[in-house]
């Protein structure tokens, strides 16, 4: 007998279960919040169901492949711990297709906070 819609998302104590459109998509990004961005910004009078999902499969994509780089980047510069903006800079810039896609892109640099003194090893007396 095949699964109704209404059967497949019961949970075990028969209670229907919502889950949300990014997880069913199997994605990180918020689905919604792309919607309401892209409706937000009327780009257009009409809005299919899938484009804010195929939308934010990409960009969650490309998120994921300029972090992948820049993971890259890092370890082969060495010491680096943390991914800055100066290193995602470095990144964009050497990689030719994602040079070409952020050409006109500015990527804001942050003033790193100040680094915590450490205290003496010796005691006051």
Do not use: K, W
Request: charged residues 25%; hydrophobic residues 35%; positive net charge.
């Amino acid at each position: 007998m095949p699964r109704t819609r209404q059967s497949s998302r019961q949970g075990s104590s028969g209670q229907t279960r919502r889950r949300a459109r990014s997880s069913r998509a199997g994605l990180t990004l918020s689905v919604s919040l792309v919607e309401h961005l892209l409706r937000e910004a009327c780009h257009t009078a009409r809005l299919s169901e899938t484009a804010p999902i195929l939308l934010t499969a990409i960009l969650e994509f490309m998120v994921r492949r300029v972090l992948e780089l820049a993971t890259n980047e890092a370890q082969r510069r060495g010491a680096e711990m943390f991914i800055t903006p100066e290193l995602l800079d470095a990144t964009v810039y050497n990689n030719t297709l994602l040079s070409e896609l952020f050409q006109f892109t500015t990527i804001s640099h942050v003033a790193l906070p100040e680094p915590r003194r450490r205290r003496s090893s010796r005691r006051r007396q």
